[in-house]
């Protein structure tokens, strides 16, 4: 067994189907040339010749990067099923096990993690290995676009994420509320919604869906109102409204939770306040989990 000592599932990938991998997960044809170790021009010449074989075009081009096609997009999860297959024949060969072939899942930090939470429960059950990574809606919608992640969930409406290679739902919808540690919260109660006026609040970031329809309620009931603390990250603005005096909005889907963690109660609901959950899913990786 000491010849498979150094043996990779690449090593048995078709050079075509590298080439393709690599250069969708570097975004660059120079760029997997130089991983691969082979000239510009003949990876360049394995990825024509694999559009040919194939029957369409692999990449179009955005500015300085390639974008997978739809036809290439098939084409590319086929290549990385058959390099996950290559995986689990070398580790078939070791007697070791092989690799299950993750679902790459983008969260927004701006959706609630009860609720991404429930969003997955479905692929957890069924045995799919998850691989998570949160981070801003603009640059997890490009990841998806780029095809490094299968399955996005975000507060934003995917309006320019529709196409033949993706699909996407309404995931939920919740009310919001306000909440507030208990002393805070009994005064806020007093004369609301106009009370919110005279208090200090912990918002969602100016860029967030939620946030636009949160100012356009304070401008009704309560335009006095002082932010003192923005975040993108919704979970942080729990531990302001922990630590200090300050009111946050809170979904209502989430607000038992988040009352029992931090110690919060509720204030008041935002009358017309509602925010909206969205999955975007590769339609060729990734099964309908709702």
């Given at each position: 067994?000491?010849?498979?000592?150094?043996?990779?599932?690449?090593?048995?990938?078709h050079?075509e189907l590298?080439a393709l991998?690599h250069t969708?997960r570097?975004?660059?044809?120079?760029?997997a040339?130089?991983?691969?170790?082979?000239?510009?021009p003949a990876?360049?010449?394995?990825?024509s010749r694999?559009?040919?074989?194939?029957?369409g075009?692999l990449f179009?081009?955005?500015?300085?990067k390639?974008?997978?096609?739809a036809h290439?997009a098939?084409?590319?999860?086929g290549?990385l099923r058959?390099?996950r297959?290559?995986?689990a024949?070398v580790?078939l060969l070791?007697?070791?096990p092989?690799?299950?072939?993750?679902?790459r899942v983008?969260?927004?930090?701006?959706?609630?993690?009860l609720?991404v939470?429930k969003?997955?429960a479905p692929y957890?059950?069924?045995?799919?290995?998850?691989q998570?990574?949160?981070?801003?809606?603009e640059?997890?919608e490009?990841?998806l676009?780029?095809?490094r992640?299968?399955l996005?969930i975000?507060?934003?409406?995917?309006?320019?994420?529709r196409g033949?290679?993706?699909?996407?739902r309404?995931?939920?919808?919740?009310?919001?509320c306000w909440c507030?540690?208990?002393d805070?919260a009994r005064?806020?109660r007093?004369?609301y919604?106009?009370?919110?006026g005279?208090a200090t609040?912990?918002l969602?970031?100016?860029?967030?869906p939620?946030?636009?329809?949160?100012e356009r309620?304070?401008?009704?009931h309560a335009p006095?109102?002082?932010?003192?603390?923005?975040a993108?990250?919704?979970?942080?603005?729990?531990h302001f409204a922990q630590a200090?005096?300050?009111?946050?909005p809170?979904?209502?889907?989430?607000?038992?939770?988040?009352?029992?963690?931090?110690?919060l109660v509720?204030?008041?609901d935002?009358?017309g306040?509602e925010?909206s959950?969205?999955v975007?899913r590769?339609?060729w990786r990734?099964?309908?989990?709702?």
């Amino acid at each position: 067994m000491d010849e498979l000592k150094d043996l990779s599932g690449e090593d048995l990938l078709h050079p075509e189907l590298a080439a393709l991998v690599h250069t969708v997960r570097l975004g660059t044809v120079s760029g997997a040339a130089r991983e691969l170790g082979v000239s510009q021009p003949a990876l360049s010449a394995r990825l024509s010749r694999l559009g040919k074989v194939t029957g369409g075009a692999l990449f179009v081009r955005d500015g300085r990067k390639l974008r997978l096609t739809a036809h290439g997009a098939r084409v590319h999860d086929g290549a990385l099923r058959v390099a996950r297959g290559c995986d689990a024949l070398v580790a078939l060969l070791r007697g070791t096990p092989g690799p299950a072939m993750p679902l790459r899942v983008g969260t927004s930090d701006a959706v609630p993690k009860l609720v991404v939470r429930k969003i997955l429960a479905p692929y957890v059950r069924a045995g799919m290995r998850l691989q998570c990574v949160e981070w801003a809606g603009e640059h997890l919608e490009r990841e998806l676009r780029a095809h490094r992640l299968d399955l996005l969930i975000t507060d934003r409406e995917p309006v320019g994420l529709r196409g033949q290679e993706l699909v996407s739902r309404v995931a939920g919808r919740s009310r919001v509320c306000w909440c507030a540690r208990p002393d805070l919260a009994r005064a806020l109660r007093r004369d609301y919604p106009r009370s919110i006026g005279d208090a200090t609040l912990a918002l969602p970031a100016e860029s967030s869906p939620l946030r636009e329809r949160i100012e356009r309620w304070l401008q009704r009931h309560a335009p006095r109102a002082r932010v003192a603390v923005e975040a993108e990250d919704r979970a942080l603005l729990h531990h302001f409204a922990q630590a200090y005096r300050m009111a946050i909005p809170v979904a209502r889907s989430t607000a038992q939770a988040v009352e029992r963690q931090f110690g919060l109660v509720r204030v008041g609901d935002l009358a017309g306040v509602e925010e909206s959950y969205y999955v975007v899913r590769s339609r060729w990786r990734v099964p309908d989990g709702s």
